[in-house]
């Protein structure tokens, strides 16, 4: 190349120096960040479902999940015991929200099922504010089999969002440490975490496992917290969205 004279285009060439830049060392994204760029990208969400970070919990704010509320069936059109509808609640992500005519209409999605769910103009305008993109919420109203659709439809009376159920219900804290996953238990670590959310009303018990022994220790009461959604992204952080559980007394009654 050098006789005849030719040039590299990715060459520095004999006499240039390597030259080296640093890499900026970055916090990894979060679950939630990661899935909501991938469907901002991809248009489809790969490393899971917005509402797996919630299934535990989804039960315990509403009355069941989506597949347990549509678990019943009639027998055949025309003979529907549900057509007058009953009151319930379920949790899920806002999908494909649209209008018709004078109402609005969006499904709720929760990883495995879906239900439609119908808002009129009234209850629209009291809660479009909570019905955008990647909001995850509880829906409570009148659910009533529909001959029409063939499917389950929830009429919307209360919408609520579910990091502020969770953060007024839950009662516990479980925070799992296993050696495999986490190493040795860093106090000051963790103790940095929680700091920020005392005083509160959920006791926090720590589950550690070793290979050859495991015991479930309770905080003291000075170490009650408030289970907000930024304290379940800081857990996620160091154990994973599968390291801890919150534990609720009651469940949501319909």
Not at 32 to 52: C, I, Q, T
Not at 66 to 86: C, E, H, Q, V, Y
Not at 212 to 219: E, I, K, S, W
Request: net charge neutral; aromatic share 10%.
């Amino acid at each position: 190349m050098r006789d005849s004279g030719q040039v590299d285009l990715f060459g520095s060439g004999p006499s240039a120096t390597p030259q080296t830049t640093p890499v900026k060392v970055i916090a990894d994204w979060t679950f939630r960040l990661k899935l909501v760029a991938e469907r901002e990208s991809l248009g489809l969400y790969m490393s899971g479902h917005p509402f797996d970070e919630y299934r535990h919990d989804g039960p315990f704010v509403s009355s069941g999940t989506i597949g347990s509320l549509k678990s019943a069936r009639p027998a055949a059109k025309g003979d529907n015991p549900w057509s007058g509808g009953t009151i319930g609640s379920a949790a899920g992500l806002v999908t494909n929200l649209r209008k018709r005519g004078g109402r609005v209409t969006f499904d709720l999605d929760d990883g495995i099922n879906q239900i439609e769910v119908t808002l009129f103009q009234e209850a629209y305008e009291r809660f479009q504010h909570m019905l955008t993109a990647h909001a995850i919420v509880v829906v409570s109203g009148k659910l009533r089999f529909d001959d029409f659709i063939d499917d389950w439809r929830l009429t919307v009376k209360d919408i609520y969002d579910i990091d502020k159920m969770i953060e007024q219900r839950a009662t516990n804290l479980v925070i799992r440490w296993q050696q495999a996953g986490n190493g040795e238990l860093d106090a000051d670590r963790l103790k940095r975490v929680l700091e920020p959310y005392r005083p509160g009303s959920c006791d926090i018990s720590l589950f550690f496992r070793r290979d050859n022994a495991q015991a479930r220790v309770r905080l003291g009461d000075e170490w009650s917290v408030r289970p907000s959604r930024e304290l379940r992204e800081k857990l996620s952080e160091i154990v994973g969205h599968n390291g801890f559980r919150f534990i609720y007394k009651n469940a949501m009654s319909a």
